[in-house]
């Protein structure tokens, strides 16, 4: 597996601070261009089959406009929060994480 980049997402609690189910979708190289996989494993089934909206812009991505930063906004616009600009240790103000 050639992966060249990864952006990983999911749902987290928000007391814990601890996974309810995690997907990635993974950059591979294939021959001369980079093709994106989605990545779930099926303890994560019923969280991605809760990102019907998710799922339904993913469709509208293809070729070159599925680079791994397109697909950050995608996230960003679907209401996901960009938990690698805070610290790991960051959990004191509880945030609504999707």
Not at 5 to 34: C, I, P, Q
Request: charged residues 20%; proline residues 5%; contains cysteine.
């Amino acid at each position: 597996m050639n992966v060249v980049s990864a952006v990983t997402f999911g749902l987290f609690e928000v007391d814990s601070g601890g996974t309810v189910g995690m997907l990635s979708v993974r950059w591979e190289k294939l021959g001369n261009e980079l093709a994106p996989q989605l990545h779930a494993y099926y303890d994560s089934w019923r969280v991605l089959a809760s990102f019907p909206d998710v799922l339904a812009r993913m469709a509208d991505m293809t070729g070159p406009s599925c680079s791994p930063q397109a697909f950050c906004q995608l996230l960003l616009d679907c209401g996901f929060i960009d938990r690698a600009e805070r610290g790991a240790d960051d959990h004191a103000a509880p945030t609504l994480v999707r």
